[in-house]
C-alpha cells in the first residue's frame, strides 16, 4: 500500500523543528509500524540524508522506549498497543498519517521523534521502591498475599515507563505513570511500613516536573498496559492521608 | 493549618480542596434548586420560604444570621475553587507549552474539556444572578423587601422570578448558563470522587452514574423554573 | 598464561560457603574509598550496581538506554528458577543443579553451577521482599510453572512478564541507591572502550549518546553485565540495542573470549514474515506445557491445519521423546524443528515453521483456563500476525535466543584481566553448552545480589589504599584516541550500503554456517566470506551524520563493526569444536538418530580464546572441565 507521512524532523533540542513529508510505496501490511520506519531510513541513507531519530528496542512491547504520537493518538490507533507492536495492516491504502514526539515541558525533544524522559527515573527514585537491602529477606513464602492482591499489584506494575500518558493528557501530567508504581507497592504488605512517605515524596517529585491531573481519562486511553485511572483516586488519596496525618505510617 | 497550607502548596492537594470546594457549591446549587421548586407552589410559599431562610437559628442567632454564616461558607469555598482552578491551570498550561499538531481527544468527555470555561460561564452567571435577583440591579421590575406592620419583612421573590423569566434572553442566558453547569457537575461529580480517592474501593462505576444523575436533577430542576414562566405554566 | 579457575576445594555442596568464608573483607569504612564502575543496568548490572552501594562502594553505572530500566532483561517472559521446593515435587539444589548442568549437554564448571542452585531460593526471596508481585496461588502463596528439561514445577513467574517485574525491582533498588548518592547512573551513555593500566582494569571510555562526547571514567574495579549478543545474527529475539562491543573490546584489551559459538536457538518464535522483519518475537517456552506440536505427516499436504485429521499429523516431539514430549530442553526442539521443516514438512509462508496447537488444551482446560494462561502471549501473537491461536494453531519457528558464550571468568567472576568482573549474560560461566528456561534471569540476579558483591571485595581488599587512575593518564589517553579514531573512520567512509544492509548480509552468513547446525566445510566457508564482508563494510559503509549529535546510524555502525569481529570468531571457535554437544551441533557428529553425539574425550574443555591482533589468529586455551559429583552421560530425553 501507499502511505504518506508527515513526520517532525528536528535536528536538536534548541533548534527549532519542521514537519517533512515523505511518500512510501509498497508498505507491507504485515511489517510493524517501525519497521516501515526502518525502510524509510534505509531509504533516506541511501538518499544522502539523516534517518529519522525515534527510540526503540524490545519491539515487543515491554521496554517502553518506542512512542510517537500517530494521527494524534500516543502510540497510535489501536488500543492497548504500543507503537512498536502496531502493525501496518491496521492501516489502508493512501492514509496520510502525522507523526510527532511526545510533547510536554518535562520531555523535552532530544532530535525529531526522540524525547528526554528522565523525570520518570526522579520520580521512582524519590521513594518508588520497598528499602530492603539485598541478603535481609525472610523466606518468600512467610508472608501470604492473596491472589486477588497480587494481581491487583501486577496490574499496576506492568507499565512500561513509555510516557504515553504524559504525550497524551493534555495538562501534560504524569498521574498515571506515578499512580501505577504507588498503587502497586501499596497494595503489596512489603510495601506497607513505607506507604504513605513514599506516595509523599513521589507525588511532590512529580509536580516538581509534570502538570495536574483534571481527570480526562486520556492516559488509560493510550496506555498500551491498559493502566486503570482508579490508581489514580488510590494515589490521591493515600497522598491526602499522608498529609493529614503529617506523612507518618501507617 | 500548617498542614492544610502544606496541603494546598501540592497540585493534589490544591484539587482535593477544590474538590471539597466543590461539594460545598455542589451542596448549595442542589439545595437552593430544591427551595426553589417552591416556585411550583405558588406565590405565598415561595416567598414564605424566602422569609424562612433569614430565621434560620432565631432567637439563637440574629435574624439573616445563619444565611450569613451560609454566604461566608460559601464565599469562601468559591474563592478557594477559582483560585485553586485558576492556579492549577496556568500550572498545566506551562506542562505543555507544545501542542501537537493533530490532536483529538480520545476518550476525554465533553464535559471535562470544557470545565475551565463552564467555569467561567457560572462565574459570569452568579454575578449576573446576583445583579438580578438578588440586589434587583439589573432587574427593571424588581420588588424589594418591605418591613411590615409587627416587624416582619415581606418579601415578593416570586414576583421578582417570574417578571424576570418573562424577559426571553433573560431566560435565554439562564438556560445556557443551567446546561454549562450541568456539564460543569457531570465531570465535577464524578472527578471529586477520584480527586479524593473516593470511595475506597477502586473501580466503582456508579461513580459515573451518580454523578450523571446529580448532575441531571439539578439541571432539570433549574432549566425548567425559565421555561415553565415563559410557556406561562407558572405567573 | 594459563587458566586459573580459581575453584575453591572441598566437596561440591561445601565449597561456595568454604571460599566465602576465606574471602577477604573490606571494612565499611574503606568501602566508601572504593570506586566501582558497573556498566549495564540489566538483572545482572542492576543487581549489582544496587547490592554493592547497599554494601557502601561508590558505584557508577553505564547503560546505553535513556532508562536504567529499559534493559533488554525487561522482555523475559516465562520465568525463573528456583530450587524452593514449594510444590512438594522433589526438588533440591541437587536437582536443580543436575538438571542446569545436564542441560548445559556437560560443559559448565560443577562448582559455579552449583553455587547457582544454592542461590536460587535467596533470590526469590530477595525479589519478594522488594515487591515483585509474582503469580499466586488463591491460598496466598506462592505458584511455580514447569519449563523446559525439568520435571519439577519449580519456575516462579509474574505473568508473561517475569523479566519486567524482576528488572523493576532491581531498578527499583537502584534507584534508591542514586537516591541516596551511593550511584551515579549514567544513562544514554556508551561504553567504547576499557582501560587497562599495568595488566589491569582501570576504567572505561564511553560515548554520551545524546551529545556525542567521549568521556572517560576510572576507578578501582570495573564489572560489565552488558547482556548477550546474539544480535549477530541481525535477526533475533534480542532487543535492538543489544551488542556485543563492551566485551569485545575487553577481548581485544587481553580478556579471554569463552565458547563463542554456544548461541542458543529457541524453538518458539513466531516465524519470518518478510525482508523487511527487523527482529524476530519469542512465545514464551511455557506455551508448550499445554501447546502440541506438530506438522503435517506428508509434505504435500496443503489443507489448512484444521483439516488435516489426527491420524495424518506427526506429533513429532512427542513420538520421538515420549518421557519429556514437547517439554524437551531447546536445543533438542529447534533441532527437530528445523528437521521436518528441512524434510519440507514446514507449514506456513517459506515452508519454515511448525504449529503449536492449543485446541487439545481448550478442549480439555476451556477457553477462560488457556486465557488465563496465556492470555497476553496469545494477544501478542495475534497482534503480530492477525491470526488468532485460539481458533487457527501457531506457527513457530527457532530464532536466535541466547549466547552461552561471553567473557572468561573464574569462579570470582573475574575476567583474565584483574579487575574486570563479568556478570549476567556477557559471561560464558554456568549454562554450558546450552542454557535450560528460566535460568538466564536466575544466573544474572545471583551474579550481581550474590556472587559478585562477595568476590569483588576480595580483589579490592588487595588494592587498598590506591587511587584510580588520573583521566590524563597515558593510558586512558591512548584508549581515547583510539576510540575517536575508530569513529572518525567509520563516518568518513562515507559509502554507499547503509549499516543494517551489512548486518542483515552478516547475520545470514552466521544463521547459515553457524546456527542451529554447523559443518566445517560451511564454517571454513563463513571463515572467508566474514572477512571480504567485514573488508567491504569499511570501505562501503554510509553513515550520515557527526559524531557530535545523537546519531543512531553512528551507534549502529560501530556495534555492527564488533559484530563481524565476534562472527569470525564465532566460526572458528564452532570449527574447532569438532563435537556436537547442547545447541552447538556439527553435521559430522551426530547418532545414528541424529542426536548431537558429544565427544568427552577430546572436547571436555571450555575453549577461551585470547586475542593476539588484527592481523594474527587467536589463540585457544582450554579450561579443562572436570566432573567430580556427576559423570558426564549420553543426555536422553526419551
Ligand atoms: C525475549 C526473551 C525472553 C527471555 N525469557 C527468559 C526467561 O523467561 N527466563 C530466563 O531465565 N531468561 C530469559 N531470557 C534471557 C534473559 O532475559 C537474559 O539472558 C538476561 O536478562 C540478561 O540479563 P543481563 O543483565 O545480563 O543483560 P541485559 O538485561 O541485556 O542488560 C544489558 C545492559 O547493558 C547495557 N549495555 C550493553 N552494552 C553496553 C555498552 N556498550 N555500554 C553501556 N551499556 C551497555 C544495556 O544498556 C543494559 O542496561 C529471555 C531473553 C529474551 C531475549
Ligand atoms: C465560579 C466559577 C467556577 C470555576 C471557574 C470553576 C472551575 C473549575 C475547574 C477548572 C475545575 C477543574 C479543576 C481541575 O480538575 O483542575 C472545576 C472542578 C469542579 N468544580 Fe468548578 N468551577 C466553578 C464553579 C463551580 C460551581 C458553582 C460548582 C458547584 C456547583 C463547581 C463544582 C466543581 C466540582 C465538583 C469540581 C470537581 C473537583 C474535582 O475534580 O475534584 N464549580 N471547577
Ligand atoms: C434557574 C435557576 C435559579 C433560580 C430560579 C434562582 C433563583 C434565585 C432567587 C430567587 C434568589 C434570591 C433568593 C432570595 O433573595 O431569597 C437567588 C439567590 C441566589 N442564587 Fe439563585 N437561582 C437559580 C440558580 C442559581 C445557580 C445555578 C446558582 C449558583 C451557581 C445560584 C446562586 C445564587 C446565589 C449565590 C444567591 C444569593 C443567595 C444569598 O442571598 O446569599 N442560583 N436565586
Ligand atoms: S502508565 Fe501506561 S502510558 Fe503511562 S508510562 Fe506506564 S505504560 Fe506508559
Ligand atoms: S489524561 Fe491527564 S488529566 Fe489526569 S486522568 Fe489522565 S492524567
Ligand atoms: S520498542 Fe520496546 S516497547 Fe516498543
Redesign the pocket.
Known amino acids: 500500500m501507499r502511505l504518506t507521512l508527515e513526520i517532525w524532523r528536528q535536528e536538536a533540542p534548541d533548534e527549532a523543528g519542521r514537519f517533512v513529508t515523505y511518500e512510501m510505496e509498497d508498505v507491507s501490511p504485515h511489517m510493524s509500524f517501525l519497521e516501515m520506519l526502518d525502510v524509510l531510513n534505509e531509504r533516506l541513507v541511501d538518499e544522502g540524508e539523516k534517518p529519522v531519530a525515534f527510540e526503540h528496542d524490545c519491539r515487543e512491547g515491554i521496554c517502553?522506549s518506542c512512542g510517537m504520537l500517530i494521527n494524534g493518538k500516543?502510540h497510535g490507533p489501536m488500543r492497548a498497543t504500543a507503537t512498536c507492536q502496531l502493525h501496518m495492516r491496521h492501516f489502508s491504502d493512501g492514509d496520510h498519517l502525522i507523526i510527532e514526539p511526545w510533547r510536554s515541558a518535562a520531555f523535552p525533544v532530544i532530535k525529531d521523534l526522540v524525547v528526554d524522559r528522565a523525570p520518570?527515573d526522579h520520580i521512582v527514585q524519590s521513594g518508588g521502591y520497598v528499602s530492603v537491602n539485598t541478603g535481609s529477606a525472610p523466606d518468600a513464602n512467610t508472608i501470604p498475599i492473596g491472589k486477588e492482591r497480587a494481581d491487583r499489584a501486577m496490574d499496576a506494575a506492568?507499565?512500561?515507563?513509555?510516557?504515553?500518558?504524559?504525550a497524551q493528557c493534555p495538562n501534560g501530567a504524569a498521574q498515571?505513570?506515578t499512580a501505577?508504581k504507588v498503587a502497586h507497592l501499596a497494595s503489596l504488605p512489603q510495601g506497607q511500613p513505607e506507604r504513605y512517605r513514599r506516595v509523599a515524596e513521589m507525588v511532590e517529585t512529580m509536580e516538581r516536573y509534570f502538570g495536574s491531573c483534571t481527570n480526562y481519562g486520556e492516559?488509560e486511553a493510550?496506555?498500551?498496559?491498559e493502566?486503570s485511572i482508579d490508581f489514580i483516586a488510590d494515589m490521591n488519596r493515600d497522598y491526602l492521608k499522608s498529609k493529614l496525618r503529617g506523612g507518618e505510617s501507617g | 493549618m500548617g498542614r492544610l497550607s502544606d496541603l494546598y502548596h501540592s497540585a493534589v492537594g490544591k484539587k482535593a480542596l477544590m474538590a471539597v470546594s466543590g461539594i460545598v457549591l455542589f451542596g448549595f446549587v442542589l439545595v437552593h434548586m430544591a427551595g426553589n421548586l417552591k416556585l411550583y407552589q405558588g406565590a405565598e410559599k415561595l416567598n414564605a420560604y424566602a422569609a424562612w431562610l433569614r430565621q434560620i437559628g432565631v432567637p439563637l442567632l440574629p435574624e439573616t444570621g445563619a444565611l450569613w454564616v451560609a454566604r461566608l461558607v460559601l464565599l469562601a469555598a468559591v474563592g478557594i475553587h477559582i483560585v485553586a482552578a485558576y492556579q492549577l491551570t496556568r500550572l498545566n498550561q506551562r506542562a505543555r507549552p507544545v501542542g501537537y499538531r493533530d490532536r483529538s481527544a480520545v476518550q476525554a468527555t465533553y464535559a471535562s474539556r470544557t470545565m475551565r470555561w463552564g467555569g467561567v460561564i457560572i462565574l459570569l452567571f452568579v454575578v449576573y444572578h446576583l445583579l438580578h435577583l438578588t440586589w434587583g440591579t439589573v432587574h427593571p421590575d424588581f420588588v424589594h423587601p418591605e418591613v411590615v406592620a409587627g416587624g416582619e419583612t415581606e418579601y415578593d421573590v416570586f414576583h421578582n422570578v417570574v417578571t424576570g423569566f418573562r424577559v426571553w434572553w433573560v431566560s435565554g442566558f439562564y438556560i445556557v448558563a443551567q446546561l454549562a453547569l450541568g456539564l460543569h457537575l457531570y465531570h465535577g461529580l464524578w472527578s471529586l470522587f477520584q480527586s479524593l480517592g473516593l470511595p475506597n474501593q477502586s473501580a466503582q462505576p456508579w461513580r459515573r452514574r451518580v454523578a450523571a444523575v446529580f448532575a441531571l436533577v439539578v439541571t432539570v430542576g433549574n432549566v425548567s423554573f425559565p421555561i415553565s414562566v415563559l410557556g406561562g405554566w407558572v405567573g | 598464561m594459563t587458566l586459573e579457575a580459581r575453584v575453591p576445594d572441598g566437596p561440591l555442596a561445601e565449597k561456595w560457603q568454604r571460599h566465602r568464608d576465606r574471602l577477604k573483607l573490606v571494612n565499611p569504612a574503606n568501602k566508601r574509598r572504593f570506586d566501582v564502575i558497573v556498566v549495564g543496568s540489566g538483572l545482572a548490572g542492576g543487581s549489582a550496581a544496587a547490592t554493592l552501594a547497599e554494601l557502601g562502594y561508590r558505584v557508577q553505572c553505564f547503560c546505553f538506554h535513556d532508562s536504567a530500566r529499559r534493559a533488554h532483561s525487561i522482555a523475559a517472559q516465562g520465568g525463573i528458577n528456583a530450587a524452593k521446593n514449594y510444590q512438594n515435587d522433589g526438588d533440591s539444589v541437587w536437582r536443580l543443579f543436575y538438571d542446569t548442568i545436564k542441560g548445559g549437554d556437560f560443559r559448565s564448571r560443577e562448582a559455579n553451577v552449583h553455587r547457582l542452585a544454592e542461590v536460587s531460593m535467596a533470590i526469590i526471596d530477595q525479589c519478594v521482599a522488594q515487591g515483585v508481585p509474582f503469580a499466586r496461588e488463591y491460598g496466598g502463596t506462592l505458584a511455580n510453572r514447569s519449563f523446559g528439561g525439568a520435571q519439577v514445577s519449580r519456575t516462579f513467574y509474574a505473568r508473561g512478564q517475569t523479566g519486567q517485574q524482576l528488572l523493576l525491582g532491581a531498578y527499583q533498588a537502584l534507584s534508591r541507591q542514586i537516591e541516596l548518592g551511593r550511584v551515579t547512573m549514567y544513562p544514554r551513555t556508551e561504553m567504547l572502550d576499557l582501560v587497562v593500566s599495568d595488566g589491569r582494569a582501570r576504567g572505561i571510555v564511553t560515548r554520551n549518546l545524546r551529545t556525542g562526547a567521549i568521556e572517560t571514567h576510572t576507578a578501582d574495579a570495573v564489572v560489565l553485565a552488558t547482556g548477550g549478543y546474539s544480535n549477530v545474527f541481525f535477526l533475533s529475539t534480542n532487543a535492538k540495542g543489544c551488542n556485543v562491543t563492551a566485551i569485545w573490546r575487553a577481548y581485544r584489551r587481553g580478556a579471554y573470549f569463552a565458547n563463542p559459538c554456544f548461541t542458543q536457538i529457541h524453538p518458539t518464535c513466531i516465524p519470518q514474515s518478510g525482508d523487511y522483519q527487523s527482529k524476530l518475537t519469542l512465545m514464551s517456552e511455557s506455551l508448550r506445557n499445554d501447546g502440541r506440536i506438530w506438522v503435517p505427516e506428508s509434505a504435500d499436504d496443503e489443507r489448512p491445519p484444521g483439516d488435516v485429521p489426527k491420524e495424518d499429523r506427526d506429533y513429532y516431539l512427542e513420538r520421538k521423546y515420549p518421557a519429556f514430549g514437547n517439554l524437551v530442553p531447546r536445543d533438542i526442539a529447534s533441532r527437530a524443528a528445523k528437521e521436518v521443516c528441512d524434510e519440507g514438512r514446514g507449514v506456513g509462508p517459506g515452508g519454515r515453521g511448525v504449529y503449536l496447537d492449543f485446541a487439545d488444551a481448550i478442549q480439555r482446560l476451556g477457553r477462560d483456563t488457556i486465557a488465563d494462561r496465556y492470555g497476553n502471549l496469545f494477544e501478542m501473537y495475534e497482534r503480530i500476525t492477525g491470526e488468532d491461536p485460539y481458533e487457527v494453531p501457531m506457527r513457530i519457528y527457532p530464532a536466535p535466543h541466547y549466547t552461552m558464550g561471553g567473557l572468561w571468568v573464574d569462579y570470582d567472576l573475574m575476567s583474565t584481566i584483574p579487575g574486570l568482573f563479568v556478570i549476567g549474560e556477557a559471561n560464558f560461566s554456568d549454562h554450558g553448552a546450552n542454557r535450560l528456561g528460566a535460568s538466564a534471569l536466575m544466573q544474572g540476579l545471583a551474579d550481581g545480589y550474590f556472587v559478585l558483591p562477595y568476590t569483588i571485595g576480595d580483589y579490592l581488599a588487595q588494592h587498598m589504599g590506591e587511587e584510580p587512575l588520573a583521566t590524563d593518564h597515558p593510558a586512558v589517553r591512548e584508549t581515547v584516541a583510539e576510540v575517536e579514531k575508530r569513529i572518525g573512520v567509520l563516518l568518513a567512509a562515507d559509502g554507499d550500503r547503509t549499516v543494517d544492509s551489512f548486518h542483515r548480509e552478516l547475520g545470514a552468513l552466521c544463521w547459515e554456517y553457524c546456527g542451529m547446525s554447523r559443518s566445517a566445510s560451511g564454517l571454513r566457508k563463513a571463515l572467508e566470506e566474514i572477512p571480504a564482508l567485514r573488508e567491504e563494510y569499511w570501505q562501503r559503509v554510509n553513515v550520515p551524520g557527526s559524531a557530535e549529535e545523537l546519531n543512531q546510524a553512528l551507534e549502529k555502525a560501530g556495534r555492527v563493526a564488533d559484530f563481524f569481529e565476534l562472527a569470525e570468531l564465532m566460526c572458528r571457535d564452532a570449527l574447532d569444536r569438532g563435537e556436537s554437544c547442547g545447541t552447538h551441533f556439527r553435521e559430522e557428529h551426530q547418532t545414528e538418530k541424529g542426536e548431537a553425539l558429544r565427544n568427552d574425550e577430546e572436547y571436555t574443555y571450555v575453549s577461551a580464546w585470547e586475542f593476539q591482533g588484527d592481523e594474527a589468529e587467536p589463540e585457544l586455551h582450554r579450561e579443562p572441565l572436570e566432573f567430580e559429583a556427576v559423570s558426564p552421560s549420553q543426555r536422553s530425553y526419551e
Open positions: 517502553g500516543a520518570f506492568e507499565c512500561i515507563g513509555c510516557g504515553a500518558c504524559v498515571l505513570f501505577a492516559c493510550v496506555c498500551p498496559k493502566i
